[in-house]
């Protein structure tokens, strides 16, 4: 299952993946990931259905998602972070990716909690 990464002001993911955790635990979070749709078109119609603002979705939110889980969430930064890890490189069968590991391929980004 993918979660569409919250956009600014938005939720739904952020309760969603609190309430799973809470219901079923972190285990059954292993068949769970997180996209952005980074640039991925948001348009909002009015009740006419005509548009009156175009936008487009932030590839940081999976970031700000993961960032919401632990911060305000209280998740361990390890589990938060399967999301758009090991579960992404798990369901493509991707040998070796989604884990810090020494390897040639190693794809190592950091970040602090803010």
Known sequence: MDFTADQDGETQSFDAL???GRRFGNAALTG??????GFGSLPKFNSKGELEEY???SPSANLDTIRRLVLQGG???EDALVFSTTNPASFLAFKNKGSVSLSPSLILSTCTPQ
């Not at 769970?32 to 749709?37: A, E, M, T, Y």
Request: without cysteine; negative net charge; hydrophobic residues 60%.
């Open 18 to 20: 609190m309430d799973w």
């Open 32 to 37: 769970v990931s997180l996209s952005s749709d």
């Open 55 to 57: 936008a487009v979705a």
């Open 75 to 77: 998740w361990k930064l």
